[in-house]
């Protein structure tokens, strides 16, 4: 019923998936369609590969970092600062031209 009203389906095959913890899972796909190599396993989430005997490789999951690591990561300024506070440098209004100039950093108390 509901097929006469949409029209007529493209021919489908089911393709299987492998994932690393030995999940299967088997989409349909158009006779015509070019099929992936891997697809995302809908039980855990791991990558499933074609060959059940070689599924891929778990992803690695980077450990948690804080919100100053990624600022960090971004900012090469601010890593130098963190590793020498000693040696920050600061524009002052009247020089902005002697960047190079050390400012002493006094640490909070
Ligand atoms: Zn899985």
Do not use: I
């Amino acid at each position: 019923m509901g097929e006469k009203e949409r029209g007529e389906s493209a021919p489908r095959q089911r393709v299987s998936f492998f994932c690393a913890n030995g999940h299967e899972v088997r989409p349909a796909f158009a006779l015509e369609a070019v099929l992936p190599d891997t697809w995302d396993c809908p039980r855990c989430g791991f990558p499933a590969g074609r060959e059940s005997a070689a599924p891929p490789n778990a992803p690695r999951n980077e450990p948690y970092k804080t919100h100053l690591a990624y600022v960090r990561k971004r900012c090469s300024a601010c890593a130098l600062v963190a590793a020498r506070p000693d040696r920050l440098v600061a524009l002052s209004d009247r020089d902005r031209s002697d960047v190079r100039r050390p400012v002493t950093v006094r640490k909070a108390r």
